[in-house]
T-cell receptor
Framework: EADIYQTPRYLVIGTGKKITLECSQT?????MYWYQQDPGMELHLIHY???????EKGDLSSESTVSRIRTEHFPLTLESARPSHTSQYLC????????????FGEGSRLTVL | GENVEQHPSTLSVQEGDSAVIKCTYS??????FPWYKQELGKGPQLIID?????GEKKDQRIAVTLNKTAKHFSLHITETQPEDSAVYFC?????????????FGKGTMLLVSP
C-alpha cells in the first residue's frame, strides 16, 4: 500500500504564472511517476524518478520540470503556464520490486486561462 | 517500445448485463497486465492483474483472461451495477524492464444504466 498526497486538487491560474504541483508519500518508496491525463482520458507518462537526485523524462514531451531532493517529495513545476497546460496531473508510486503495480494520488486539475 | 490498444472507447450496458473490454499489446516480452478503474475525480486504482503464466484470473464479479499467443487480454465484468460506471484502463509491463514503467491503453468509459 501507499499513501500519496497531491496538492492542490484544483488550481485555476492565468497565463504566464509559475506553478508547482506537490506530490508526497509517506512510505519511503523510491519509484515515483507523473502522468498527464488529457480530457480524452488517455494517460501520458511525463516524468519519473527512481530515487533521490534521479529524474527522467517520460514518453510524452512536457515543458514541466521535476525534482527529487527528498524521497518523500516529487514536485512538478511549470515556469510559465499556458492554456495548453490545462490538464489533470496524476502522481503515482511503485512500491513493489517484482510487480508493476502503481498507486495513484487523486490528481491535481490545472486550468490555465 | 510497447503499444497497447484498448476497445471500445465507450461501453453502455444495462444493470445486470455483462461488460467486456479488450486490449492488445505488441511487445512479446510484456508479462504483467493490470487493469485500473478510475472513478470521477479520483486517480486510477488497481482492480485486478494477471501475469503471463496464468490464462485467467477471477475476483468476484470481475475476471481477466490472457491469450499470450494472440497478445490480447480482456476484462469481464458480470452482473454490472451502477457503481461499476467508471473509466477502465488496461496496461502492460515487462520484467525485462524491471516492471519500471506501465504502458496504458487509452481507456474505456463504462456506463451502467439502472
Amino acid at each position: 500500500e501507499a499513501d500519496i498526497y497531491q496538492t492542490p486538487r484544483y488550481l485555476v491560474i492565468g497565463t504566464g504564472k509559475k506553478i508547482t504541483l506537490e506530490c508526497s508519500q509517506t512510505m519511503g518508496h523510491d519509484k515515483m511517476y507523473w502522468y498527464q491525463q488529457d480530457p480524452g482520458m488517455e494517460l501520458h507518462l511525463i516524468h519519473y524518478s527512481y530515487g533521490v537526485n534521479s529524474t527522467e523524462k517520460g514518453d510524452l514531451s512536457s515543458e514541466s520540470t521535476v525534482s527529487r531532493i527528498r524521497t518523500e517529495h516529487f514536485p512538478l513545476t511549470l515556469e510559465s503556464a499556458r492554456p495548453s497546460h490545462t490538464s489533470q496531473y496524476l502522481c503515482a508510486v511503485k512500491p513493489g520490486v517484482n510487480t508493476g503495480e502503481l498507486f495513484f494520488g487523486e490528481g491535481s486539475r490545472l486550468t490555465v486561462l | 517500445g510497447e503499444n497497447v490498444e484498448q476497445h471500445p472507447s465507450t461501453l453502455s450496458v444495462q444493470e445486470g448485463d455483462s461488460a467486456v473490454i479488450k486490449c492488445t499489446y505488441s511487445d512479446s516480452a510484456s508479462n504483467y497486465f493490470p487493469w485500473y478503474k478510475q472513478e470521477l475525480g479520483k486517480g486510477p486504482q488497481l482492480i485486478i492483474d494477471i501475469r503471463s503464466n496464468v490464462g485467467e484470473k477471477k475476483d468476484q464479479r470481475i475476471a481477466v483472461t490472457l491469450n499470450k499467443t494472440a497478445k490480447h487480454f480482456s476484462l469481464h465484468i458480470t452482473e454490472t451495477q451502477p457503481e461499476d460506471s467508471a473509466v477502465y484502463f488496461c496496461a502492460a509491463s515487462s520484467r525485462n524492464s524491471g516492471y519500471s514503467t506501465l504502458t496504458f491503453g487509452k481507456g474505456t468509459m463504462l456506463l451502467v444504466s439502472p
